[in-house]
């Protein structure tokens, strides 16, 4: 589980983060390795305008609404009160889907000492027993000394995976394969960088565990414990997803290929091209990483490199959201996701 990537070969997240924190206003994309005309700034005259037809009934916004309530909860850290609220405000809603609603709690060890932790799935059952997860992580960032709600960092992947949940679990037909929607606590590290700070590993000292992605890291040792990993077909991440300036670049990295390009010729198709763009996008390490290293194609749908400026501050709040660039991010994965099934279920 702590396999630790070499960083000269991988731009883990943390050295993309670090460098993106650190140089975003002098090379924005220099060693991301982007075609030059993407380092244009993003146009902020005009927002994403939606299709004249909506391509699915996602909800931009409810999604928004969503955001919105787990804004006002507050700071939402792993092990917090407001994170518990929090967790008590998605389970009811998912339950009130119609879904069928698990959590599993644990208790890692953190460099600010040991944290409840819980994850949270909700179950869509499907024709087969062969699952596709879709997530997002629903903590927030720990700091000690600003206020920070993670309105696009943590929020609105949530909101996001809340109203495609809604939306799939009011489908009159049954999904083909089973969903799971999965929010993952503890993706954030405690400590100031993503890799500052590693954990006892009491079952291998030598190799001791990152400071961050406790729970998805602990949700695949789990499916490996019960014999359920193998059920596990393909895996979305969403993870920073509402910003008014939406624009994805591919995760060429760390993405399974045929996932990446299922997803973006999806959002040509819609007519947001502007929004999901062909420069790579420098991700590294993220809650989808466990699941690639355990075999499952996996994709991280984030915007880190365009949204470094108010990414882990104080400014990434509510007002940096809008309800069109979570739909469109809902239009495009609801849309994508019979050709993922058709793959699947075509390499069976
Ligand atoms: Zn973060």
Redesign the pocket.
């Known amino acids: 589980m702590n396999d630790r990537r070499n960083p000269s070969v991988n731009i883990s997240k943390d050295t993309s983060r670090v460098f993106v924190f650190a140089f975003a206003l002098i090379l924005p994309f220099a060693l991301l390795g982007c075609p030059s005309n993407s380092n244009k700034p993003v146009d902020t005259s005009s927002s994403p305008t939606p299709s004249a037809k909506s391509a699915s009934d996602f909800d931009g916004n409810r999604a928004f609404e969503y955001v919105k309530k787990q804004v006002e909860f507050g700071p939402r850290p792993a092990g917090s009160a407001e994170l518990e609220k929090t967790r008590g405000y998605l389970i009811d809603h998912l339950k009130s889907f119609g879904l069928r609603v698990t959590t599993d709690e644990f208790h890692p060890v953190t460099p600010i000492g040991d944290r409840r932790m819980v994850n949270i799935t909700a179950e869509l059952p499907g024709e087969s027993n062969d699952v596709i997860i879709i997530s997002s992580h629903y903590d927030t960032?720990y700091f000690k000394d600003i206020k920070f709600v993670g309105a696009n960092?943590?929020g609105s992947s949530t909101g996001a995976l809340m109203e495609l949940a809604r939306v799939m679990a009011a489908q009159k037909q049954k999904q083909k394969l089973t969903y799971w929607f999965v929010f993952f606590d503890g993706e954030?590290a405690f400590c100031l960088d993503w890799d500052e700070c590693t954990n006892p590993n009491p079952a291998d000292p030598k190799n001791r565990l990152p400071d961050h992605t406790y729970g998805s890291r602990h949700y695949v040792a789990r499916l490996i414990e019960q014999n359920e990993l193998r059920r596990v077909k393909a895996l979305i991440l969403l993870d920073i997803v509402g910003y008014k300036d939406l624009q994805f670049g591919r995760p060429e990295e760390l993405s399974a290929r045929w996932m990446i390009d299922t997803v973006w010729q999806t959002a040509k198709k819609l007519g947001y091209g502007q929004q999901f763009v062909d420069r790579a996008e420098g991700i590294g390490d993220d809650d989808h990483q466990p699941f690639l290293r355990a075999g499952i194609d996996s994709l991280d749908i984030i915007q880190l490199s365009t949204y470094s400026r108010y990414w882990?501050t104080q400014e990434d709040t509510l007002d940096k959201i809008s309800p069109n660039s979570l739909k469109i991010v809902g239009d495009v994965v609801l849309t994508s996701l019979p050709k993922i099934e058709e793959r699947i279920m075509s390499k069976r």
Do not use: V
Request: proline share 0%; glycine share 20%.
């Open positions: 960032k960092d943590g954030e882990h």
